[in-house]
C-alpha cells in the first residue's frame, strides 16, 4: 500500500488490515461499551448492576483509573467469581467493591452520585436460566439508578426478549425509559435493524446536565 507524505509516495507503515478504525458495533454489547467510552472519564464512580461473566465490570475498572472506582453487583457467587478474577488478572482488584447483593439495594450500597450505572438484564450464558433478572426488581434497581446520577451521567440498559419473561421485562424497561420526565432525562432505544426482532437492544437514559 502506497501513501502520500509531503508530496512523495512511499510505503504505507501501517499494516493494510489495520488501517480501518472500526467499533465493531455487532449488538447491544458493544454500542453500550461505546457510550461508556465516551462517557467515562478517570476518577468517576459507575456501577454493574449485574457483573455476570465480569466483562463489563472489567471496562468500567479499566475507564475509572486508578482514582476512580466501580461497584459490581450480583446475585451468584459464579459470576461474582468470574468478575473477581477478571479483575485480579487485569491488576485492578482495588479499582472495584463486589457485592454479593440484589441491584434493588443499589441505594443502600452505592454512594452516589454516579457517572454511570449499567445493566445486563437475563441470565448468565451457560449457567442456570432460572436465576435471570426480574421484572420487579429491575424497575426497583433502574429508578433507584436514574436517582443516583449526577447529572450528565447514564444509565444503560442491555435488554434481552428472547427468553422466557424476558419481553415482559424488556417491555417494562421501555415504558420506565419513556416515562422518565423529558427536562430532566433523555431517553434512547437502540436497536440493530438487520438482526432479528428478539435481538438484544439497548435502552439509554441520560441524566440531563
Ligand atoms: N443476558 C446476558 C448476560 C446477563 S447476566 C448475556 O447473554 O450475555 C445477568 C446477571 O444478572 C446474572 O449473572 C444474574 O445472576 C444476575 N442477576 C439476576 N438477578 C439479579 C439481581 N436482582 N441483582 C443483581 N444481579 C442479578
Same mark, same amino acid.
Given at each position: ?32 461499551? &461505546? ?9 468517576? *464512580? ?31 457467587? $459464579? ?6 478474577? *477478571? ?27 454516579? *457517572? ?35 447529572? +450528565? ?8 426478549? +428472547? &427468553?422466557?419473561?424476558?419481553? $415482559? ?19 434512547? *432505544? ?20
Amino acid at each position: 500500500m502506497w501513501v502520500q507524505v509531503n508530496g512523495k509516495e512511499q510505503v504505507c507503515p501501517v499494516p493494510e488490515n489495520k488501517q480501518l478504525n472500526s467499533l465493531g458495533l455487532r449488538g447491544a454489547v458493544p454500542l453500550c461499551h &461505546h457510550f461508556l467510552r465516551a462517557l467515562v472519564r478517570p476518577g468517576d *464512580r459507575l456501577v454493574d448492576a449485574t457483573c455476570g461473566n465480569g466483562y463489563d465490570t472489567l471496562l468500567l475498572a479499566e475507564l475509572v483509573g486508578e482514582g476512580g472506582h466501580v461497584w459490581a453487583f450480583d446475585v451468584q457467587e $459464579t459470576a461474582l467469581a468470574a468478575t473477581r478474577e *477478571r479483575l485480579f488478572q487485569a491488576g485492578w482488584s482495588e479499582r472495584a467493591t463486589l457485592l454479593a447483593a440484589g441491584h434493588e439495594r443499589l441505594a443502600e450500597l452505592v454512594p452516589g452520585p454516579v *457517572r454511570a450505572v449499567v445493566f445486563n438484564l437475563g441470565f448468565l450464558p451457560g449457567s442456570d436460566q432460572a436465576c435471570r433478572t426480574a421484572t420487579d426488581t429491575t424497575l426497583v434497581a433502574l429508578s433507584q439508578a436514574a436517582e443516583l446520577l449526577a447529572p +450528565g451521567g447514564m444509565v444503560v440498559i442491555a435488554v434481552y426478549t +428472547g &427468553h422466557a419473561g424476558g419481553d $415482559t421485562e424488556g417491555a417494562a424497561v421501555l415504558e420506565w425509559a419513556a416515562s422518565q420526565p423529558a427536562k430532566q432525562f433523555n431517553s434512547w *432505544r437502540h436497536y440493530q435493524l438487520n438482526r432479528s426482532a428478539t435481538a438484544p437492544f439497548l435502552v439509554l437514559v441520560e441524566r440531563a446536565k
